[in-house]
């Protein structure tokens, strides 16, 4: 389940998350740039969806189309590295 950036709850997404979202437990934006697995301080205007103008506030909510809720990408990467090393441990028999 995907998790609040601010209070690392897990945050339970029905359907998907609207701009007026709060996170139950602290109140936090949920529809926010830090809170959206394309935020990336390393891409142009920091998102990897390459939005067209930049978010100012990146805690705040916004009307961001591209938004997609779960900072979870960073943790998907690592179990995908996992998954790969399991995988060559298995072939090398
Ligand atoms: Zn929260």
Redo the contacts with the bound molecule.
């Keep these: 389940m995907p998790k609040?950036v601010?209070?690392?709850?897990e945050?339970e997404v029905v359907d998907r998350v609207g701009v007026r979202d709060d996170?139950?437990?602290?109140?936090?934006s949920l529809h926010c740039c830090l809170q959206c697995e394309f935020y990336d301080v390393g891409s142009f205007h920091e998102c990897r969806e390459r939005v067209e103008y930049r978010i100012e506030h990146k805690d705040k909510a916004n009307y961001c189309e591209m938004f997609h809720f779960g900072r979870n990408a960073v943790e998907t990467l690592a179990d995908k590295d996992k998954v790969k090393a399991a995988l060559d441990a298995l072939f090398k028999k």
Excluded: E, H
């Design positions: 609040c601010f209070c690392q709850k945050v996170c139950n437990n602290c109140g936090s």
